[in-house]
Every structure is written in C-alpha cells, then in structure tokens.
C-alpha cells in the first residue's frame, strides 16, 4: 500500500512559481511511475506531468512544456512539480498518483488528496 500526501500549494500571481511536493509511504515507492493530475472547476482531471520510477523518462503536457519540472527523489519517497510561469488558467486541484507505465487515470493505482493551486491575473 502506497499513501501519497501532497503539499506546497496556494495562491501566487500570474508569472509567479510554486513548488508542490508528494510524500509518499510505502516501499514500493521506487518502483512505481509517479505523476501530477489535475481538475479545474467544470473540467475533467487531466495529466499534468509524468516521471519514471528510475527519473529517466519525463512526460508534459503541452499545455505546460517549458513551464513545469517534475522530479522524483527516491531517497526521500517525494515527488515534485516545479511550476513557473504561472498562468490563471493553471488554477486547479492538483492531484499526486503512483502507478504502473505509462500513468494515466486509468493505471493511476494510488491518489492523493489534493492540493489547490489558484493563480491571479
């Protein structure tokens, strides 16, 4: 069992940065894709970002290419986003998940519960 517990969210003018990190529990951390969703109010949850379980292997949306870092250390069991350039439209719930390759909502075995993001214009 894997608990994933998600911080570092908030609220930042638009060009600003956050970092929001996942803690993770559990031993199987370092074999298990991490990634970062995310739900806007009225919209579907959507694949933000995506890394390997080795770091090797990133995927971005390309709504966020060039903006958002994701990162893993697997010897603190945390994920994280490093988000700059921040855009009103990336205001949302932004949401931790651990699975198998390749992570989408489906394969997403383990959620956490959410972090909110709220980017001013």
């Known amino acids: 069992q894997v608990q994933l517990v998600e911080s570092g969210g908030g609220l930042v003018q638009a060009g600003g940065s956050l970092r929001l990190s996942c803690a993770a529990s559990g031993r199987t951390f370092r074999t298990l894709a991490m990634g970062w969703f995310r739900q806007a109010p009225g919209k579907e949850r959507e694949s933000v970002a995506r890394?390997?379980?080795?770091?090797?292997?990133?995927y971005y949306a390309d709504s966020v290419k060039g903006r958002f870092t994701i990162s893993r250390d697997n010897a603190k069991n945390t994920v994280y986003l490093q988000m700059n350039s921040l855009k009103p439209e990336d205001t949302a719930v932004y949401y931790c998940a651990a699975g198998r390759v390749p992570l989408t909502m489906t394969t997403a075995a383990y959620w956490g519960q959410g972090t909110q993001v709220t980017v001013s214009s």
């Open positions: 890394i390997s379980w080795s770091g090797g292997s990133t």
